[in-house]
């Protein structure tokens, strides 16, 4: 699908997430901002906002002087035919135009795309063109008309439904049952007329057009770039029919380039733009440029540009006036807490560094880490293998907005790798402690982190912990053996601070124990605790959370990562966070459950 995962935002916004406000600097993403939706128009000052197209606010009506018939009698005479790459939205919209065009005239018009065999004529037939089609008479028209704006209109034997996005399509395909046709008798037949032409008239000028073709740029790419740089090109070569040149960006410096990358170019080193994890596309006189922050791969800018920017057809076109800043990170769930829940709880592996040669690349890793916390916005978090490296970049980019629990294991600076941080602006600590297993094969990851925690809203308390069991690093039997004791140790544990603080539990952990498991049946035994996964009111995704670095998990599939509680709250939401993002970032997905006080 395309090409886009779009650009990071430049400036600050403020969000609003469980009544609270913040500023989040949001990382970006300079391919994202290429692709995402044509919202993105909006932003030739420099803003993060998608904003939508906004309205067509006028439109010209020109009366034809012979009037075209398209249907008789129930049978049609015109065809209706989309781009045989056409995007979601616009065969989407194709599909909702080809049925009423049936409901309302009555005739049995037929569909299909604008494929033709060797040696077709591609004038001939009697066509209404939805969305931009490999005819001539679609590209004609298209040069005409504005980004935001639309068209409906003859050219010789073709009724085109024109516009650069799905939103505009859809005022176009309104205009045509509306202004275009009309149904009338003659002597006992039923007829349909194509009787007028309307422009819907906009504001913002499609950056190519017959002025200024893409036939006549190049694409330059930086050395990281190349590999996107020539997917771009494969699809604007697919889709027009067309090769368009790429260059590294040792070439001769020329007028009319797109520039992808960290390029050499002056247009793609201007300071402030972009941030770690963001994603950039903006215009800069006759160049475009794409580029994103540091923790961003450049590959992924392709789908991100296909996706927002071939939204009409798959040509490759945006506003002349484009200049848009967003965060690579797009969630696929809900991120705002659920309708009737109290707080958030989230539990999340980050991988730390030390484990393998894929992880050492923190920075590359941050990007993903944060802004999944950030979007999710927990009041509290269980995380996992958080090293002093972790720690450092953590507490620098969320510091704001989250304190940790217990950071030290062992009284040492080593720290301690199984975290636990909550929200300041939603939720204060009480108490603390840090409980070591008796046995363990590392002391600053086998532990028990408990935080008592207050609502800031209403007073309620809460405890939430955090641990993570022996992984099979010797033999399985005596591993397995070691966390059987330490799920003995937790569940006693457990019961101490039911007893002591009577006040609901939630459980966070990477427990190394699928549900199949001798230790997860040793947790489950106590029968005041429950899993969120199985109890929740509301299941979102239910997938395994360990994975490859940077591979979907399997679906439905047990986990060893898990949420449990005990009864004095009631699971609203549970989900497992599976972001194509996110899992770039940790062999682990993150999991995370909404909870409602009892």
Not at 283 to 300: A, C, E, Y
Not at 488 to 493: L, N, R, V, Y
């Amino acid at each position: 699908m395309a090409f886009l995962k779009l650009c990071f935002y430049l400036t600050c916004f403020d969000h609003r997430k469980n009544g609270i406000d913040m500023k989040i600097r949001l990382f970006a993403f300079i391919l994202i901002c290429i692709m995402m939706l044509p919202f993105a128009v909006a932003c030739g000052n420099g803003n993060n906002g998608d904003t939508t197209t906004p309205d067509t606010t006028s439109s010209e009506v020109e009366e034809l002087t012979e009037k075209i018939l398209i249907a008789e009698n129930g049978k049609a005479i015109y065809k209706l035919i989309r781009s045989e790459f056409a995007t979601s939205g616009f065969y989407s919209g194709y599909n909702d135009f080809l049925s009423k065009l049936k409901e309302t005239t009555g005739a049995a018009f037929s569909g299909g795309d604008d494929f033709l065999r060797k040696g077709e004529d591609k004038s001939a037939p009697l066509e209404i063109l939805f969305g931009t089609t490999n005819r001539p008479e679609c590209k004609e028209l298209y040069s005409s008309i504005s980004y935001d704006g639309y068209a409906v209109k003859s050219i010789g034997n073709k009724i085109i439904i024109a516009a650069y996005t799905p939103e505009r399509a859809a005022d176009a395909a309104k205009a045509f049952f509306e202004e275009c046709i009309e149904m009338t008798e003659e002597n006992g037949v039923k007829k349909v007329y194509y009787v007028k032409n309307v422009i819907g008239e906009g504001t913002e000028k499609p950056f190519f057009n017959k002025d200024n073709p893409i036939s006549e740029y190049k694409i330059i790419y930086s050395k990281e770039a190349e590999a996107a740089a020539k997917a771009i090109a494969k699809r604007i070569s697919t889709y027009n029919n067309m090769e368009i040149e790429v260059c590294p960006d040792s070439t001769a410096v020329s007028e009319k380039e797109i520039l992808i990358g960290n390029t050499n170019r002056p247009e793609s080193k201007e300071k402030g733009e972009i941030t770690n994890g963001e994603f950039l596309i903006k215009v800069s006189g006759t160049k475009v440029v794409i580029r994103v922050g540091d923790s961003v791969d450049i590959d992924d800018i392709v789908e991100i540009v296909a996706s927002n920017y071939m939204k009409a057809s798959p040509d490759f076109n945006f506003p002349a006036s484009l200049k848009t800043v967003r965060n690579m990170f797009v969630s696929n769930d809900r991120t705002e807490l659920s309708d009737g829940a109290d707080f958030r709880v989230m539990s999340f592996n980050i991988l730390s560094e030390e484990w393998d040669e894929s992880a050492r690349d923190i920075a590359g890793r941050t990007a993903g880490v944060v802004e999944c916390i950030t979007a999710y916005a927990p009041d509290v978090i269980g995380i996992q293998e958080v090293s002093v490296k972790w720690y450092k970049i953590l507490k620098e980019h969320i510091g704001d907005m989250y304190e940790f629990v217990n950071t030290d294991a062992n009284g040492t600076k080593n720290g301690c790798y199984t975290g636990l941080a909550y929200k300041k602006a939603t939720v204060k600590l009480i108490d603390k402690e840090l409980t070591y297993y008796t046995v363990y094969n590392s002391k600053r990851l086998r532990v028990i982190n408990m935080g008592l925690f207050e609502t800031i809203k209403d007073g309620k308390r809460f405890i939430v912990t955090d641990t993570h069991f022996n992984a099979n690093h010797k033999d399985e039997k005596t591993e397995n053996q070691n966390r059987i004791q330490q799920a003995t140790e937790f569940i006693a544990k457990i019961d101490k601070y039911r007893k002591t603080y009577n006040c609901p539990i939630i459980m966070t952990g990477d427990f190394n124990s699928s549900e199949n498991t001798q230790p997860y049946g040793v947790i489950m035994s106590d029968k005041l605790i429950s899993e969120t996964k199985y109890t929740a009111q509301t299941k979102g995704k239910i997938y395994s959370t360990a994975h490859a670095l940077g591979s979907m998990p399997g679906e439905g599939i047990a986990s060893i990562d898990h949420i449990f509680c005990t009864g004095e709250v009631t699971p609203i939401y549970y989900t497992t966070v599976v972001d194509s993002y996110v899992i770039k970032v940790s062999d682990h997905s993150p999991i995370f459950c909404d909870f409602k006080f009892n």
